[in-house]
């Protein structure tokens, strides 16, 4: 691994972890009580703090206003704005917002780039993606029924999508269709910007995650297209070449997702043993479960600091040789590291004891949305079953007598 690069970055590092602790935490309280927007405009004055360290918009090049930083480095930076539900926002790097960018950056036309990457490197406004959608499975991406049917110089969308995040106040929406129904199913679909203000696009609700239903940023949105007539200039990439995009959005995405997980880790991890230290015992507490605490302690540190070195691992494949070959890095920390947090926030919740189940700590909070994190951009068992079977394909290449 580069150890130039942690070095090079370590002063700003520390600059983000006293604006995360000092002044980004101390919102989240009222956010959990009053919801995204109460928040919302003190966190849009802190990020001019983030562009004083030079971390503003990390994962775009100088030229957009970013920090041009490695896919190593912005997985570093990741770790330390998920010690909190807000930290991503500050530094204009939040889902599924900095997908977008990249996405634009590399395959959007320069109108589209003027338009709409302009401004949201900017911070000016946010963005939403629609690919799921609830009658189709999402562990399946080239098996969608939302349609852009060419009309002339337009595309007219019919579709559902769903758990669109952040379409709740979203100036647009890039929209996964199919485009070439009869084309390999690889090649179907393409992607599509629709502003939020065409006609017949429709948020029909804030879906209600484990009973609740976010607002803005922090929400995921039901979304209805009924004949949304957009021009063919808003395409992103060739039609037909929507599955590749996506794939290629994704892989680096994994990433973000994965080191935001290990910084949720270490903020429960930190909860957990505060909590471990000062909790007053009642008389007779059985040593096993002192015991058992320590061996929960034990057991997160060395899992959060595996799934580390597992992420920075994938990130620095990808940084040299691209997603594709990277692939199966890819799928290994997708399981794993939401594995390992579904497990550090259910121990820390545990040592809580009751308080655990409140907001007055991000745990249940992180508990209600975080779950989810073994479910989207591929449930577990296909990223299992993915790797696996290249495995034992692996294996059947070299022939049985090799395996002897």
């Given at each position: 691994m580069d150890a130039e690069s942690p070095q090079r970055l370590e002063p700003r590092l520390a600059a983000l972890r006293r604006l995360i602790a000092d002044e980004v935490v101390p919102l989240e309280g009222e956010m959990f009580r009053g919801g995204f927007p109460a928040v919302e405009p003190r966190l849009l004055a802190l990020r001019g703090r983030a562009r004083e360290i030079g971390l503003f918009a990390p994962q775009l090049p100088g030229a957009w206003g970013g920090a041009g930083l490695t896919l190593p480095e912005l997985a570093r930076v990741g770790e330390?704005?998920?010690?909190?539900?807000?930290?991503?926002?500050?530094?204009?790097?939040?889902?599924?917002?900095?997908?977008?960018?990249?996405?634009?950056?590399?395959?959007?036309?320069?109108?589209?780039?003027r338009r709409w990457l302009g401004p949201l490197a900017r911070g000016e406004l946010r963005s939403c993606f629609g690919m799921t959608e609830p009658e189709r499975p999402g562990s399946n991406p080239v098996w969608l029924a939302t349609t852009a049917r060419r009309d002339g110089g337009?595309?007219?969308?019919?579709?559902?999508?769903?758990?669109?995040?952040?379409?709740?106040?979203?100036?647009?929406?890039?929209?996964?269709?199919?485009t070439e129904p009869g084309a390999a199913p690889h090649a179907r679909a393409s992607m599509l910007v629709v502003p939020a203000d065409t006609a017949g696009f429709e948020i029909l609700r804030n879906l209600p995650v484990m009973g609740e239903a976010g607002t803005g940023w922090a929400s995921h949105g039901e979304v209805r297209l009924r004949g949304v007539r957009v021009p063919a200039s808003h395409r992103i990439g060739d039609e037909g070449a929507g599955f590749a995009l996506a794939q290629e959005r994704l892989g680096p995405g994994r990433i973000h997702h994965c080191m935001r997980w290990i910084g949720i880790c270490e903020r429960a991890f930190d909860l957990m043993c505060r909590r471990a230290v000062a909790r007053e015992l009642a008389p007779g507490d059985p040593l096993a479960s002192r015991q058992l605490v320590q061996a929960w302690v034990a057991e997160s540190r060395a899992e959060i600091d595996a799934a580390r070195l597992l992420v920075l691992r994938a990130a620095e494949r990808i940084e040299r040789e691209g997603a594709a070959a990277a692939r199966d890095d890819i799928s290994l920390i997708k399981f794993h590291v939401a594995g390992v947090m579904q497990r550090v926030l259910d121990h820390a919740l545990q040592v809580h004891g009751a308080a655990g189940l409140l907001d007055d700590t991000p745990l249940a909070f992180w508990w209600r949305h975080e779950r989810g994190a073994r479910i989207y951009d591929g449930p577990d068992e296909v990223h299992k079953t993915a790797v696996a079977r290249r495995i034992l394909a692996a294996y059947g290449r070299a022939g049985a007598g090799a395996r002897r």
């Amino acid at each position: 691994m580069d150890a130039e690069s942690p070095q090079r970055l370590e002063p700003r590092l520390a600059a983000l972890r006293r604006l995360i602790a000092d002044e980004v935490v101390p919102l989240e309280g009222e956010m959990f009580r009053g919801g995204f927007p109460a928040v919302e405009p003190r966190l849009l004055a802190l990020r001019g703090r983030a562009r004083e360290i030079g971390l503003f918009a990390p994962q775009l090049p100088g030229a957009w206003g970013g920090a041009g930083l490695t896919l190593p480095e912005l997985a570093r930076v990741g770790e330390v704005l998920g010690w909190s539900p807000l930290g991503h926002y500050v530094c204009n790097c939040q889902a599924p917002d900095a997908g977008n960018m990249e996405l634009l950056l590399r395959h959007g036309s320069a109108e589209q780039q003027r338009r709409w990457l302009g401004p949201l490197a900017r911070g000016e406004l946010r963005s939403c993606f629609g690919m799921t959608e609830p009658e189709r499975p999402g562990s399946n991406p080239v098996w969608l029924a939302t349609t852009a049917r060419r009309d002339g110089g337009d595309y007219v969308l019919d579709g559902h999508k769903w758990f669109a995040s952040g379409a709740d106040g979203a100036a647009f929406c890039i929209v996964m269709a199919v485009t070439e129904p009869g084309a390999a199913p690889h090649a179907r679909a393409s992607m599509l910007v629709v502003p939020a203000d065409t006609a017949g696009f429709e948020i029909l609700r804030n879906l209600p995650v484990m009973g609740e239903a976010g607002t803005g940023w922090a929400s995921h949105g039901e979304v209805r297209l009924r004949g949304v007539r957009v021009p063919a200039s808003h395409r992103i990439g060739d039609e037909g070449a929507g599955f590749a995009l996506a794939q290629e959005r994704l892989g680096p995405g994994r990433i973000h997702h994965c080191m935001r997980w290990i910084g949720i880790c270490e903020r429960a991890f930190d909860l957990m043993c505060r909590r471990a230290v000062a909790r007053e015992l009642a008389p007779g507490d059985p040593l096993a479960s002192r015991q058992l605490v320590q061996a929960w302690v034990a057991e997160s540190r060395a899992e959060i600091d595996a799934a580390r070195l597992l992420v920075l691992r994938a990130a620095e494949r990808i940084e040299r040789e691209g997603a594709a070959a990277a692939r199966d890095d890819i799928s290994l920390i997708k399981f794993h590291v939401a594995g390992v947090m579904q497990r550090v926030l259910d121990h820390a919740l545990q040592v809580h004891g009751a308080a655990g189940l409140l907001d007055d700590t991000p745990l249940a909070f992180w508990w209600r949305h975080e779950r989810g994190a073994r479910i989207y951009d591929g449930p577990d068992e296909v990223h299992k079953t993915a790797v696996a079977r290249r495995i034992l394909a692996a294996y059947g290449r070299a022939g049985a007598g090799a395996r002897r």
